[in-house]
């Protein structure tokens, strides 16, 4: 899945008579980014996790139950690689939920912004509005790739019992796919609202007279390529 993530800004903040709202705002904002390092690191390494355990999947199906000791083994395997996905997961909303509690310490500023800055707090309101959709959205998709990780767990221990039934198995594998498909849609909100957020702030930064240089003008995206499983 691709994962839009928050867009970058330098801005030189004036020190003479302290920093105005709008420049505190900034600060906020932009340390908020930072907090997310970590979200942003977690992406490739999660894109070569999500690959070694498909094919480690594919190998699964490709066995016959003559074989079964490799199914067994293959199936741990597979197993570990998920409880590792489950951590790279963890640390990615440990870094969105700093990064959260960062970004709302700008609610009280907006109100400090006077009537000559209206435009600007009108962009500051919509900004505000468009992050908390992006956290909310953040939420879900957390919780539905969660539960995708919990089926595949389930799944590779079901894959090491002898008397696991096609019909048992193909349940399983429909259930996953049901999730993953959850997890894509999910994704796609997060993104929306990422991006519609990086649009608004600049559009803030511009109403609010920040001269500020992008470190990224486009929206950098990770490939995080996300399973759908099937029996054969």
Same mark, same amino acid.
């Given at each position: 899945?691709?994962?839009?993530?928050?867009?970058?800004?330098? !801005?030189?903040?004036?020190?003479? &008579?302290?920093?105005?709202?709008? *420049? %505190?705002?900034?600060?906020?904002?932009?340390?908020?980014?930072?907090?997310?390092?970590? !979200?942003?690191?977690?992406?490739?390494?999660?894109?070569?996790? %999500?690959?070694?355990?498909?094919?480690?999947?594919?190998?699964?199906?490709?066995?016959?139950? $003559? %074989? #079964?000791?490799?199914?067994? @083994?293959?199936? @741990?395997?597979? =197993?570990?690689?998920?409880?590792?996905?489950?951590e790279k997961l963890e640390l990615e909303k440990e870094s969105i939920e700093a990064a959260k509690e960062e970004f709302e310490k700008i609610e009280p500023l907006i109100s400090d912004?006077?009537?000559?800055?209206?435009?600007?707090?009108?962009?500051?309101?919509?900004?505000?509005?468009?992050?908390?959709?992006? +956290?909310?959205? +953040?939420?879900?998709?957390?919780?539905?790739?969660?539960?995708?990780?919990?089926?595949?767990?389930?799944?590779?221990?079901?894959?090491?019992? %002898?008397?696991?039934?096609?019909?048992?198995?193909? $349940? @399983?594998?429909?259930?996953?796919?049901?999730? +993953?498909?959850?997890?894509?849609? =999910? $994704?796609?909100?997060?993104?929306?609202?990422?991006?519609?957020?990086?649009?608004?702030?600049?559009? #803030? +930064?511009?109403?609010? *007279?920040?001269?500020?240089?992008?470190?990224?003008?486009?929206? &950098?995206?990770?490939? =995080?390529?996300?399973?759908?499983?099937?029996?054969?």
């Amino acid at each position: 899945m691709l994962m839009a993530l928050l867009a970058a800004a330098a !801005f030189i903040l004036s020190a003479c &008579t302290g920093p105005s709202a709008q *420049e %505190e705002m900034y600060d906020h904002l932009e340390k908020a980014v930072t907090l997310e390092d970590a !979200f942003r690191e977690q992406q490739q390494p999660l894109v070569e996790l %999500e690959n070694k355990e498909q094919e480690l999947y594919n190998q699964i199906i490709d066995l016959s139950m $003559n %074989e #079964f000791d490799q199914i067994k @083994q293959l199936s @741990q395997e597979a =197993a570990d690689v998920v409880e590792q996905r489950r951590e790279k997961l963890e640390l990615e909303k440990e870094s969105i939920e700093a990064a959260k509690e960062e970004f709302e310490k700008i609610e009280p500023l907006i109100s400090d912004l006077d009537e000559e800055q209206a435009e600007a707090k009108e962009k500051a309101n919509e900004l505000y509005e468009a992050m908390q959709n992006r +956290y909310e959205a +953040y939420k879900t998709l957390y919780n539905a790739y969660d539960e995708a990780l919990t089926l595949d767990a389930e799944l590779y221990e079901m894959l090491q019992k %002898e008397d696991l039934t096609e019909e048992q198995l193909q $349940n @399983q594998i429909d259930s996953i796919n049901q999730t +993953y498909t959850e997890v894509m849609e =999910a $994704n796609d909100q997060f993104n929306q609202y990422t991006e519609e957020y990086n649009e608004l702030k600049k559009e #803030f +930064y511009e109403a609010a *007279e920040l001269d500020v240089t992008y470190e990224d003008e486009t929206n &950098t995206e990770e490939n =995080a390529d996300t399973e759908n499983e099937s029996a054969e």
